[in-house]
Structure formats: C-alpha cells, structure tokens
C-alpha cells in the first residue's frame, strides 16, 4: 500500500486462497463450547473463552489463509467467521442489559509469545504444509512501522479506548461500539 491510513505496509507472499482444513481445531466451534462462554458473568471471563474456543477454532479449523494473523481478512470466510462472534458477542450482551454495554477489560498489548505449534502430536502439519515447528509469532503481529493505537495509557482496556481506523472512516471509541444498535453501528441480528 503507498497511501491510505496505513502507507507503506506491504507484505509479501502468494495470495490465493488456500486451507488446510482440521477437525480436531473445528471441534471448539460446537454449540456446547459456545455454551459454556455464554454462561459468563463478565466481559474478563466471557472474552478469553471466546477468544479460545470459537474465535481460534474458526480460524485454526479453516487453516491455511485464516490462520495468518496478518492476511486472513483475504478469506471471504474471515467475515463469516467473524460476523457470527461478533453475533455471539451481542447474544452474551443482551442477556443483562444495560450493565454489559459497559463492561470491558483486557490487555491493550499482545502477549508475547513464542508463535503458534504447526504440527500435531504426531508430526503432520495442522495450518500450513511444510511449516518449520512453530509458526513465528511476528507473523502473527502487525509490523512495526504501523501505528499504535491511541488513549488508555498502560496496558488496561478501557470504555475510552481509542479504535484506530487508520483513515479508512473516523477514529472511534470503545463506548461507541458497544451497543450494535446505537447510532454509530445501527444494525441488528435477526
């Protein structure tokens, strides 16, 4: 890219769309998994078993372009994917309404971590074929000539986090974003 809010990011690399599909990571897609995150009391315990079981069971049981952190937005499947979270988001939101519209928490910085196994117990490829033993956790992390979001400082996510939109529509805060109804998103599941 050499213009936009993000000028100069480029990654290169093919870019077709390819999967290496796994049943085992699938598994945590099932009703019982999202069960068991919706039960949740607060946004602190409902995020990570989201995050653990749905989130990376999509993109770990469709591998391949979904399970790079970088260029799975290039799998029409990503948006799919992620509309249902965001879905199963909503759903956990609205059973205890308004008092969800306003819980939030959560690290503002990656964990550091060493990447992602790219093989099973038994030595075949699980995302990629031919993969060294771990996917590298820089490609799984935007470069760092991108900027950083704003606001909240330290390392605690707030109702006034800043979104950084990169130029692409105006930048927004965490409490905007909160209720799919309200006036900046507007939309509803059906």
């Not at 890219?1 to 480029?10: A, C, H, K, Q």
């Not at 989130?55 to 249902?84: A, C, E, N, Q, R």
């Not at 956790?137 to 909240?152: F, K």
Request: charged residues 15%.
């Amino acid at each position: 890219m050499n213009d936009g809010g993000i000028p100069s990011f480029g990654r290169t690399g093919q870019h077709c769309i390819y999967r290496f599909v796994n049943d085992a990571c699938s598994i945590v897609l099932g009703q019982i998994y999202v069960d068991v995150c919706s039960k949740m009391e607060t946004f602190a315990e409902f995020w990570p078993c989201i995050e653990t079981a749905p989130h990376s069971g999509g993109h770990g049981g469709i591998g391949g372009k979904m399970w790079d952190g970088i260029s799975s937005p290039g799998d029409p499947v990503f948006y799919l994917h992620h509309t249902w979270l965001d879905k199963l988001s909503w759903e956990w939101q609205a059973r205890d309404l308004p008092a969800r519209l306003h819980d939030i928490s959560g690290r503002n910085v990656p964990a550091e971590f060493v990447g992602l196994p790219s093989h099973d117990s038994a030595g075949l490829p699980l995302f990629y074929p031919n993969a060294d033993q771990f996917l590298p956790a820089e490609t799984l992390r935007p470069p760092p000539d991108v900027p950083r979001p704003e606001g909240d400082p330290g390392n605690a996510t707030t109702l006034a986090h800043v979104l950084n939109m990169f130029g692409v529509v105006p930048n927004a805060i965490i409490r905007d974003v909160m209720d799919i109804a309200g006036p900046l998103l507007c939309y509803e599941y059906v």
